[in-house]
């Protein structure tokens, strides 16, 4: 479990990374494309967003009922259910189904859930070798990195140094940079170990409450392994991961495909309902089901805050956010990056730990626009802003934000005297013809270079709106403001 | 010990102040526009899982089935084939289409355990298996698995050869499941939608088929009735 940290130092650095600044660019461009044209083919596309938010907001608000008819359902079809209070809880218990199997390894499919609680390391730290199976997480894996975004973890790592990791940990026999070829060459890496897996762990898209089924979506064919060759699956959710019906699942499903990689459906979608069936040769013989809390339940007490449940991590808002497209998902600090990471990262490490997370936002709401779930974003982070500085103010009265008073008294009286409104721009206009450079400002000498540590002040212009119209009226003959062109 | 865990979050969770009546969803989702009739259904399946490069065949009755096989497994070369003979597949006469293609075919009813459906699985150039339904809207296969059905036929695989007749093209994921639930009174253990053959992009974004499961896909509708082939375009 990692918390965000060193946001500032890692966006820095990120600017400066040409390589991923140039996926990035092509990232945000492309996707709102691929988005576009997908959402399109639905016959109409404000009913489907409209109805997939309406879903994940019934299925957050009747969560407890939910879960319970998941739970009661799943164990009906022959899972064995096992909650998890909390990160440790959850790991010792898998770490613990692990053990007692006597399994060396384990594979797993990409999981946010379990990046979350730290299930790699848990499970490694007590002899059990973990193998990542999704191409970009095999690649993260590998290479000791945090995820880069939500759906392609390694996707802006080049492949050049994907080739030196993997000639280092012999997954190649020379080196090599060609995307395809080293794909193949984790198939074939990762081939042996499906074959003789033991026990598998993946995460869960969908659990379906009315039919006990867990929904996993892919494009790989490393899920369907992972569910088809061990006679021992661990499939680990978050409790918010649980809809009321197939009906409600199979709509989501076509919303998150298309909001996800513009895809009508993923190249491979399972529903398990219970461990095989009678006579099956393959497929797990014992299905677990862990559902983790991990504050989630906390979450769930302040009905504003909840709404962060409803995400079903399709992406879309890391995609679509401007301050992602240019510093990309180091900065976030652990497993969500973009505006998912800015709402949720808060509420599960705490606002006072995260504030750059919210902080680095220009609340334009693209996010919310683009949400198949109804998560309000901006709003979120306006009041992780509001939480914080009142808990601020309530440590230190007083001392916190004097500035900030000040200049808002001064405000205050230049906005209601228009007299002192003009001397202001005039004498801010003489401060910027001294400081500004290229029509902006990036340091102040008045003790304010907090505020421009992380921002620059495009200039005051040269000449008010009020002096270029009356210049312009004394140029045309002065023709009166009622006078347009004709 | 566990189950005070879930009592525990649970209570919690019961405890949290709600909103007022939660909006009711009502009415099925708009489909994607499918038409209803088969050559509609035929016309867009085709289109759908064509552009997620998947090879559409159509064929009438067992010996298309076979004509259409053996010129696929000619081009690409395959010697072993691991099969599924239930369902669309059994309209096939696979022992003698065997001895005619000199293709070795291993029958998966004959494979006794896990070990062997993985030895043969992992080993076979190619998975000729039935699929329970199609689905128009996405070009998608349904596949429930089953005692004669193995998993990981399809996905171990290089290569997949789906029979599917017909009757069982649907238009969209709804229908198909409704027909399922049916047809096999409820469902236990897997459901499976197969859309395009294996992909991914993780690398790069450079997009390549066949990463963990097969790098072809191929779909044969199957008419198994009388009438004379491809009447229905």
């Given amino acids: ?486 | 010990m566990n189950g005070d865990a879930g009592r525990e979050i649970l209570e919690l969770l019961r405890r949290a102040p709600r909103a007022g009546p939660h909006r009711t969803i009502q009415g099925r989702p708009a489909s994607s526009g499918v038409e209803g009739d088969r050559a509609g259904m035929v016309l867009r399946f085709t289109e759908e899982a064509s552009s997620q490069g998947v090879t559409v065949h159509r064929a009438s009755g067992g010996q298309e089935l076979a004509q259409v096989l053996t010129a696929s497994v000619r081009a690409q070369g395959i010697r072993r084939m691991v099969a599924c003979a239930s369902g669309a597949v059994s309209a096939l006469d696979l022992g003698r289409w065997a001895v005619e293609t000199g293709v070795e075919v291993v029958d998966s009813s004959r494979l006794g355990d896990r070990g062997a459906v993985r030895e043969a699985a992992f080993t076979a150039d190619a998975a000729l298996t039935p699929a329970d339904f199609a689905v128009a809207e996405s070009g998608t296969l349904v596949m429930a698995f089953d005692s004669d059905h193995q998993r990981l036929l399809s996905v171990a695989a290089p290569a997949h050869f789906a029979v599917v007749a017909i009757d069982d093209l649907v238009m969209s994921y709804e229908e198909a499941f409704e027909r399922l639930l049916r047809r096999r009174k409820g469902f236990a253990g897997q459901v499976c939608f197969i859309t395009g053959p294996s992909s991914t992009s993780d690398i790069q974004a450079v997009q390549f088929k066949g990463m963990h499961g097969p790098a072809r896909l191929e779909v044969i509708l199957l008419d198994t009735c009388e009438r004379k082939p491809a009447g229905g375009l």
Wanted: with cysteine; aromatic share 6%; hydrophobic share 40%.
């Fill in chain 1, 1 to 486: 479990m990692s918390s965000p940290s060193g946001f500032r130092e890692i966006a820095s650095r990120e600017l400066g990374n040409e390589y991923s600044r140039i996926f990035l660019k092509l990232l945000s461009e492309g996707f709102a494309i691929l988005r576009s044209a997908g959402m399109s083919t639905f016959e109409d596309p404000q009913e489907a967003l409209d109805r997939s938010r309406a879903i994940r907001r019934d299925a957050v608000e009747r969560m407890p009922e939910l879960l319970e008819e998941f739970a009661r359902a799943a164990g009906e079809n022959g899972a064995v259910v096992l909650w998890a209070r909390d990160a440790r809880h959850a790991c010792d218990q898998i770490v613990g189904l692990a053990r007692e199997r006597g399994v060396r390894f384990v594979a797993k499919g990409k999981s946010m859930i379990t990046e979350e609680i730290g299930l790699n390391r848990a499970l490694e730290e007590s002899g059990v070798e973990v193998f990542e199976t999704d191409l970009g997480e095999f690649v993260t894996q590998t290479m000791g990195l945090p995820p880069f975004h939500l759906v392609g973890p390694a996707i802006n790592i080049p492949p050049d140094k994907i080739g030196e990791a993997f000639f280092a940990k012999g997954v190649i026999r020379e080196p090599d940079s060609d995307p395809v070829r080293l794909g193949k060459a984790v198939r074939a890496h990762l081939r042996e170990k499906f074959r003789a897996l033991d026990m598998g762990v993946v995460g869960v898209n969908m659990a379906i409450a009315s039919t006990g089924t867990l929904v996993n979506v892919e494009n790989e064919g490393n899920i369907r392994m992972i569910k088809s060759s061990p006679r021992t699956l661990v499939a680990v959710m978050s409790i918010e991961k649980v809809v009321p019906t197939l009906e409600d699942a199979l709509h989501l499903l076509r919303v998150l495909c298309r909001n996800c990689t513009g895809q009508k459906m993923s190249g491979y979608v399972t529903f398990d309902s219970g461990p095989a069936g009678r006579g099956e040769k393959d497929g797990p013989e014992e299905l677990f089901v862990v559902i983790v809390d991990n504050k989630r339940s906390a979450i769930y007490q302040d009905p504003l805050a909840r709404q962060v449940l409803r995400c079903i991590r399709c992406g879309a808002c890391l995609n679509t956010c401007p301050v992602y497209a240019r510093i990309g998902g180091y900065p976030y600090g652990g497993v969500y990056s973009g505006p998912m990471g800015a709402v949720l990262s808060p509420l599960l490490h705490g606002i006072e730990r995260t504030s750059d997370l919210f902080r680095a936002c220009t609340l334009c709401g693209a996010c919310r626009q683009v949400c198949p779930a109804g998560i309000d974003h901006p709003e979120l982070i306006r009041v992780f802003r509001q939480r914080e500085v009142e808990a601020g103010a309530q440590a230190a009265p007083g001392a916190q934000g004097a500035a900030e008073r000040a200049a808002l008294g001064v405000l205050g009286l230049c906005a209601s005297h228009p007299a002192a409104w003009m001397a202001a721009v005039r004498s801010a206009r003489l401060a910027c013809a001294v400081l500004g450079e290229g029509g902006y400002v990036r340091k102040s000498p008045f003790g304010l270079s907090g505020w421009f540590s992380s921002r620059d002040l495009p200039a005051v212009a040269a000449r008010t709106f009020r002096e270029w119209w009356k210049g312009r009226d004394a140029a045309k003959g002065g023709r009166g403001p009622g006078g347009g062109p004709t």
